[in-house]
């Protein structure tokens, strides 16, 4: 054999020992028995799993409700422990004052007990034949006095509870709107007895201007009661008999 010859014996034989290869590797996995790459799959097992996954994320979604639940708890027993910012006690005390001072000024028989005994015990007490005329004058000159005394004190309680309406006014309308603007209980509880408050001055008001009014009427009565009585005494007097004329020497002309 010449040398060309076997060079083309093994170009053949190289070019089908190729072919093989090239077959092989296209053929790949189909040529390896299919057992070895099967998967199982088991559709109850596949199931229980999700069900398992969803109540997990069920527990999860309630955890995280609970937590917002708490949460939000927490902040409304905050808001219901924030003290309210407004108060109106100073100025409250302020107007019981001003009326407490009105009747403390009280003229002649002022609202004590003792002192309208001892008023009663003499300048209003019945008259009798043991007093003198003076007396009887003086005596009704202190009780007119102490009746237009008391017109007088009547009048400024009356005027002092009129000058407490505008403050009074003023304080409901700021606790009516922080009552309404209240972020909690503790606040709305604290408004409501501050307008409980203002009601209460407001009744204490009205009674210091109920009681002076009574007061000036009380002893405007006792003064005609004592007026008539003392009248009687004076037209008894006057028409008692004296002991008459009694003739004395004069001198004359000296």
């Known amino acids: 054999m010449t040398r060309t010859s076997v060079m083309e014996k093994r170009s053949a034989r190289l070019r089908t020992l190729g072919a093989a290869g ?3 590797l296209s053929l790949g996995p189909t040529a390896m028995p299919a057992r070895a790459f099967d998967i199982v799959y088991d559709p109850s097992n596949y199931s229980q799993n999700v069900l398992t996954a969803a109540r ?5 979604n309630n955890q995280i409700t609970s937590l917002q639940n708490q949460a939000q708890s927490l ?10 910012p407004y108060s109106s006690l100073q100025q409250l005390q302020s107007s019981i004052q001003r009326t407490q001072q009105l009747l403390s000024q009280a003229q002649n028989i002022a609202f004590d007990v003792q002192k309208i005994d001892q008023a009663f015990q003499t300048t209003y007490s019945p008259a009798n034949a043991s007093q003198s005329d003076q007396a009887l004058i003086a005596n009704a000159r202190q009780r ?24 009074n006014r003023t304080q409901m309308s700021s606790l009516v709107t922080a009552s309404q603007s209240a972020t909690g209980a503790l606040q709305a509880a604290q408004a409501g007895n501050q307008i409980l408050a203002l009601q ?14 009574g007061r000036a009427q009380s ?8 007026a008539q009585d003392q009248a009687r005494e004076q037209l008894r007097r006057f028409l008692t008999p ?13």
């Open 219 to 226: 002893l405007q009565a006792a003064q005609q009661e004592a």
């Open 22 to 24: 090239l077959v092989a």
């Open 75 to 84: 902040i409304n027993q905050v808001r219901n422990l924030t003290s309210l």
């Open 56 to 60: 997990e994320l069920q527990q999860i």
């Open 144 to 167: 007119w006095q102490t009746t237009v005394g008391s017109l007088e004190d009547a009048l400024k309680v009356q005027a002092g509870v009129v000058g407490n309406l505008d403050t």
């Open 242 to 254: 004296g002991s008459g004329y009694q003739s004395s020497n004069v001198t004359m002309f000296h």
């Open 200 to 213: 209460a001055q407001q009744l204490g008001d009205l009674t210091a201007a109920v009681a002076a009014q």
